[in-house]
């Protein structure tokens, strides 16, 4: 299957997360993200040169929601900073993370405030809430 939509435009998406969870849960950050049966192409890792794209890396929920927390914010303090970061660096490759209901907060404060509602059903049922 090949990919069609790129990962400058899902970062649009994590606005969209849900409450915080009162469990811990097991989550796969290594999976693809999906958007209408597409993959989502990792514009980072994959630009387009010269109109066309030179490979077609999967985005995946780890390292969108890796740079969705390492956005700094204007109001941000160090504590939360710091605290952004080491969930970032954290999560961007795990395969089984339990996720905790104030680590899914932590990515709600961070993806709010830059991201549009577009995604809200995929990183929503990515995160089980």
Do not use: H
Not at 17 to 33: C, G, N, Y
């Amino acid at each position: 299957m090949k990919p069609t939509v790129s990962i400058g435009g899902v970062i649009i998406l994590l606005g969209l997360l849900t409450s915080a969870q009162a469990e811990d849960r097991k989550v796969d950050f290594t999976q693809a993200i999906i958007i209408d049966g597409k993959p989502v192409i990792n514009d980072i890792a994959c630009p387009i040169k010269d109109g066309k794209r030179p490979c077609e890396d999967v985005a995946t929920f780890g390292e969108f929601i890796y740079f969705v927390l390492e956005m700094p914010t204007r109001d941000q303090s160090w504590t939360d900073a710091i605290k952004r970061d080491d969930l970032a660096r954290r999560i961007r490759t795990a395969k089984d993370w339990s996720i905790t209901g104030d680590q899914i907060a932590m990515i709600q404060r961070a993806a709010g405030p830059v991201l549009a509602p577009s995604v809200l059903g995929v990183i929503s049922k990515f995160l089980g809430s």
